[in-house]
Nanobody
Framework: QVQLVESGGGLVQPGGSLRLSCAASGRIYSIKTMAWYRQAPGKERELVASLAFSGETNYADSVKGRFTISRDNTNNTVYLQMNSLKPEDTAVYFC?????????????WGQGTQVTVSS
């Protein structure tokens, strides 16, 4: 059974940096995209960044120029480098792997890691 295990969250001051990691345990095949989402208290979950199998990336406007998504295909791991963090980046961050299955796709989710930006 595939599980996504996240790490790297924590408390950081405004302007600081964090690097989130998400590794898939178990065999996972036919990955379409790897992505990071976040959910702040009282808000809906939103896409932060995605990385397609082709290498194409997509970022939320609010994080462009500050966050970078990358991957290690050998270990089925996706990273999110977050720089110049702001208090409004505070949220629970979830990783997502979407895979191809016959006729459709399947989503895997991590358990979430808390990121708090505060002085």
């Amino acid at each position: 059974q595939v599980q996504l295990v996240e790490s790297g969250g924590g408390l950081v001051q405004p302007g600081g940096s964090l690097r989130l990691s998400c590794a898939a345990s178990g065999r996972i095949y036919s990955i379409k995209t790897m992505a990071w989402y976040r959910q702040a208290p009282g808000k809906e979950r939103e896409l932060v960044a995605s990385l397609a199998f082709s290498g194409e990336t997509n970022y939320a406007d609010s994080v462009k120029g500050r966050f970078t998504i990358s991957r290690d295909n050998t270990n089925n791991t996706v990273y999110l480098q977050m720089n110049s963090l702001k208090p409004e980046d505070t949220a629970v961050y979830f990783c997502n792997f979407q895979t191809y299955v016959p006729g459709t796709t399947r989503d895997y989710w991590g358990q979430g890691t808390q990121v708090t930006v505060s002085s």
